[in-house]
């Protein structure tokens, strides 16, 4: 009772952003069911041929070794450039924007450095940005090297990370706040 009694939550309002296609629903999917399933029920709910429709909202709490939660309250945004208008919406007020690209993808390596730039203009001030280069398991058809999102992140004061939500790789590491998402 008393460990309840000092546990401390804190909540976290967290943005995904990035193009159309780059894995952000699977990425959410593999965090908060610890599934890889493009055609699940989950996925389908909020989703019109595997494509996200307008944004969909998901939280997950973590417990952290000090016995504090940290509560994500993720908005998952729609990649398609017909709602790239409705960002705004979900981005204001975010305390964590996650921008995601495709390491197959030079295009979407792109447009991620397009959503960097736009909230560094009209995001919350002092935003914790993380820069995600997900499909990791796609070794052989990658397109963009892993220097070069280091690179990018680390001009613009953002975490970087590679993951998988295919293999789950690095995905818990991307939320949890040792791996400095959140510190
Ligand atoms: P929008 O909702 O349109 O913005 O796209 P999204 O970024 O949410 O992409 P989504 O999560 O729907 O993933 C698109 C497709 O990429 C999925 O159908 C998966 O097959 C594939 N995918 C996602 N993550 C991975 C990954 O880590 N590895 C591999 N190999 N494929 C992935
Ligand atoms: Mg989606």
């Known amino acids: 009772?008393?460990?309840?009694?000092?546990?401390?939550?804190?909540?976290v309002?967290?943005?995904l952003l990035g193009d159309s296609g780059v894995?952000?629903?699977c990425i959410v999917l593999?965090?908060?069911?610890g599934q890889f399933d493009p055609t699940s029920k989950f996925m389908l709910?909020?989703?019109a041929l595997g494509v996200t429709v307008g944004a969909s909202f998901l939280s997950q709490t973590i417990a952290l070794q000090d016995s504090t939660t940290v509560k994500f309250e993720i908005w998952?945004?729609?990649g398609q450039e017909r709602y790239a208008a409705l960002a705004p919406l979900y981005y204001r007020g975010a305390a964590v924007a996650v921008i995601v690209y495709d390491i197959t993808s030079p295009d979407s390596f792109n447009k991620a450095q397009y959503w960097v730039k736009?909230?560094?203009?009209?995001?919350?001030?002092?935003?914790?940005m993380a820069l995600v280069g997900n499909k990791a398991d796609l070794q052989?058809?990658?397109?963009?090297?892993?220097?070069?999102g280091i690179d990018y992140a680390e001009k613009n004061g953002m975490f970087f990370i590679e993951t998988s939500a295919k293999t789950a790789d690095n995905i818990n590491q991307l939320f949890e706040p040792e791996a400095g998402i959140c510190n």
Do not use: W
Request: charged share 30%; glycine share 4%.
């Open 23 to 25: 894995g952000k629903s």
């Open 76 to 78: 998952d945004t729609a």
């Open 45 to 47: 709910c909020t989703s």
């Open 140 to 148: 052989e058809n990658r397109e963009v090297s892993a220097q070069d």
């Open 30 to 33: 593999r965090f908060v069911r």
């Open 118 to 128: 736009e909230l560094q203009k009209h995001g919350t001030p002092d935003i914790v």
């Open 13 to 15: 309002k967290l943005v």
């Open 1 to 11: 009772y008393l460990t309840f009694l000092m546990n401390k939550e804190a909540c």
